[in-house]
């Protein structure tokens, strides 16, 4: 199992961790953006650096960038890493898209398909000619011509893709090189988040040996008898995710949460959220939510939730750090990963 972290590079205390991290081998990582810091200048950062992790954005929103910004942004970070720079895209959701970055949250599926086409096509030293329903190089009508990258290709770089809803996940399973999942419980989450990849992949002559599966989790050691309390504190932070990561008809976490059983409490945490009473709606998410998508308890309880991720097919778990003490998160990442072999 890989072991990769959530790097926080813009305090000392956060480049310490990722730091010490990579120095003791963790295999990846990860510069979040939301509607804050992107996530490609911490990971130019941290590519001067370090020199082990491979380097992943998680996520490059798409519709933040053209498909040639994104190519432009691999090929600089795949230089400056020497080659560590994986590219982690996403359509994020609609309030994102249209509240911060003004533009429409249209038809994601074919942008993506669009967008990653367009930027293998630029890394592989092409002409950047194309001519798509979201996406036309160059512009119809107007003085611009086909042209190919200035610098030397081509330019090998993995593409993963952030994707929760079916169609999303067989695009996954078709194009891409990895997936960068969520919303993820062992149990439950194959029929629901894994077969739609391995449909597409199927579909597209490849197997899901192609396509490296990795999820989020938060890690937490604690005492077996404080379980039910950390899980119900985790399972209480998924309350801002359900009542506001998305607008009231398209959030992904919910959806993928409803497609594994939980459709009626999230809908109440969702009311609960959106009437304002946010303690209510942290109370109302199921714990073994908060238990189901992390790894949380005693070392043996830690290595067998490892071991469930492992045998649904996850290879690389991408780790929240609990806390607010680096040491302690140094701590507990060793312990991890000499779990974790």
Known sequence: MRIGISAQPHTAEGLYVALEADAMGVDSLWAPEAWGYDCMTPLAFLAARTTNARLISGIAQIGARTPAMLAMSAMSLQQLSGGRFVLGLGVSGPQV??????VPFAKPVQRTRETIEIVRMILR????????????????????KSIRSMERTPVHVPIWLAALGPANL????????GWIGNSFMPGTAGDVLVAPIADGAHDAGRTMGDIELSIAVSLEFCAESEVPEVARKHAGGYAFTFGAMGSSSTNFYSSA???????PQIEEVHRLWTSGDREGAAAAVPAEIGIGTN????????????????????????VNLVGDQPAQQVRDLGRLLEMAG
């Open 170 to 177: 067989r695009l996954t399973g078709e194009l891409a090189d």
């Open 97 to 102: 898209v249209e509240g911060w970055h003004g």
């Open 295 to 318: 790894l949380i308890g005693t070392p043996s309880m830690i290595a067998d939730q490892l071991a469930s991720f492992q045998e649904a097919g996850v290879s690389t778990l991408r």
């Open 257 to 263: 949460f409803a497609r594994q059983g939980f459709g």
């Open 125 to 144: 030293g092409e002409r950047a000619a194309y001519d798509g329903k979201s996406y036309q190089l160059p512009l119809p009508g107007g003085e611009g």
